[in-house]
């Protein structure tokens, strides 16, 4: 049976998630949605963003998939409790012989390491406004965290910057350069920079041109990948229930031409999509 283990983004930025997923896990199947006709989540409210990624989750627990790992910040932030709490009960028989299925987010893995790659107590977090607007981070690595210092700097032109191509271009560094500023601007002892949006490893090399010297960048594909592992291997029952034929499967409810072209930027290598409608 088809079991593969879902990815969702609300676009293109969890390709490099599951990029480093697939790194570390080649051995499993993946089926990658993106919601690319609603695209940006980050601008929208709450329950919309809830309903939206509530849609695609349901979309791969009917495609056969027992784990879903919403690899958008976005959707971590305003969806992933409603979602664990509120309709995972409702969608779920547990025990080893119902379908046992899972919703995990980025968030979690992330602060519960983030701590520990700085020395001056001072964290700064880059990411798009419906993130920072939800103080998702501040909360969570409160709690893992006490003694840190976080401080958010909200980039809404870095998503745009990236989905038109732009990442590379001369114009791009005004932009990356304006919000670190702002950033160490709060905190000059901020020693770790935390990309909060998939999106942003495309940008890494003009985040380090623009950071001071000796900030530690952070990127969330590693941990993503470093703390899946670690969830199939505590849940066992879960982790025999996903198939392991190493097959790659990619949707978007766009264009399956702009998906492909785009994809294969945040991805690595070619892929083939399929269009499907919710």
């Known amino acids: 049976m088809h079991q593969p283990i879902g990815v969702f983004d609300s676009g293109y930025g969890g390709l490099t998630i599951l990029r480093e997923i697939v790194r570390k896990l080649p051995e499993y199947d993946y089926m990658y949605l993106g919601d690319n006709a609603r695209t940006p989540y980050g601008t929208r409210s709450f329950e919309t963003v809830y309903q939206y990624t509530l849609e695609c ?22 969806a992933l ?9 409702l969608m779920t028989e547990m025990g080893p012989d119902g379908p046992d299925r899972r919703v995990l987010g980025v968030i979690r893995p992330t602060t519960e390491v983030i701590g520990n790659y700085s020395q001056s107590g001072h964290v700064g977090i880059l990411a798009t406004r419906g993130t920072v607007t939800s103080e998702s981070y501040v ?25 038109n191509g732009e990442f590379a271009s001369p114009g791009a560094d005004y932009f990356v350069k304006q919000h670190i500023n702002r950033l160490i601007d709060k905190s000059p002892i901020i020693d770790t920079l935390l990309l909060a949006c998939t999106h942003y490893p495309l940008l890494i ?41 190493g097959q790659r499967t990619f949707l978007t409810t766009d264009s399956t031409v702009d998906f492909d072209r785009q994809a294969a930027i945040f991805y690595g290598e070619s892929i083939r999509s399929v269009q499907l409608t919710l």
């Open 139 to 163: 909360v969570e690595i409160e709690k893992f965290f006490p003694g840190l210092n976080v401080f958010q700097e909200a980039c809404p032109m870095w998503v745009p910057l990236v989905e």
């Open 57 to 78: 989750v349901r979309h791969l627990f009917a495609r056969g998939c027992r784990l879903v790992v919403l690899a958008c910040n976005t959707a971590s932030a305003k």
């Open 81 to 89: 409790r409603n979602i664990q709490q509120l309709d995972l009960p």
């Open 205 to 245: 090399d003009k985040i380090r041109q623009a950071a001071p010297v000796g900030v530690t960048i952070v990127s969330q594909g590693e941990i993503i990948a470093d703390s899946l592992t670690d969830y199939l291997q505590r849940h066992p029952i879960l982790e025999e229930q996903c198939s392991k034929h």
